[in-house]
């Protein structure tokens, strides 16, 4: 997890980085050697930061939410293999893998969609709503664009699917399946809110989306959990 977490943490310093140099200027550039420790300041800043709730939210699921959404994100990794060779490590080698990580990420949008609904604030409401119907919408191609995959490898377990790609890259299934593939890229960058998929959180419109309303350690719940999310459907 903790692993996890150090990545989820440099891949937000990355794309800030790598949108500092579309924009011609410099990013984060305080603290550290080219700001590299920049990611640990704004942890510490979240932890320390007052943590509120809104007048007339509720309560009990306005707190539980985060956790809803960031607790799948953490544990869809218990199946997925990382390391090379015949052990490689994994917390839990199951036989159907990749429905397990299709159900535990489904189960993300129930925390966004309660967390737009206890916050008490009709845009986060609308944020909610359509990140739920976004992430509803793009499983179903994604669920396609796997069975081709399924199919290939004679099983669901990511760790058969793995070893019958080893070899080279030209063992990898992309190219007998190329068409799903692109579908599978486009529908994982839809279903982690990324642009230009981002209509749950468009700024212009809903302010910050579903957790508007959140600040401190619930609002870094939500963020973990989008990033964790976007590692999750790259592995």
Not at 10 to 30: C, N, V
Not at 78 to 85: D, E, K, N, S
Not at 114 to 132: E, H, Q, V
Request: charged fraction near 10%.
């Amino acid at each position: 997890m903790g692993v996890i977490l150090l990545h989820v943490a440099y891949l937000t310093y990355a794309e800030r980085k790598i949108l500092s140099f579309m924009q011609d200027r410099l990013g984060p550039m305080e603290v550290g050697p080219y700001g590299l420790l920049q990611p640990i300041a704004d942890g510490i800043k979240l932890f320390f930061k007052e943590d509120i709730v809104p007048a007339g939210a509720n309560k009990v699921i306005f707190t539980m939410a985060p956790i809803l959404a960031f607790v799948p994100a953490m544990i869809g990794f218990a199946v997925v293999p990382f390391g090379a060779g015949e052990k490689p490590w994994i917390i839990s080698d199951i036989n159907v893998g990749i429905l397990y990580v299709l159900a535990v990420t489904s189960i993300g949008a129930y925390g966004i969609i309660l967390g737009g609904w206890a916050s008490n604030n009709k845009y986060s409401l609308l944020g909610g709503l359509r990140a739920a119907a976004q992430v509803i919408s793009y499983e179903l191609n994604i669920g396609l664009a796997i069975v081709g995959v399924i199919l290939l490898s004679g099983s669901l377990s990511l760790v058969k699917i793995t070893e019958a790609q080893a070899g080279g890259f030209w063992h990898w299934y992309i190219w007998p399946q190329f068409v799903a593939f692109v579908i599978y890229s486009i529908s994982a960058v839809a279903e982690t809110n990324r642009l230009p998929f981002d209509l749950p959180e468009a700024e212009s419109e809903l302010v910050a989306g579903f957790f508007t309303e959140y600040s401190g350690m619930r609002f870094s719940f939500f963020f973990m959990a989008e990033y964790a999310n976007m590692i999750l459907v790259s592995c």
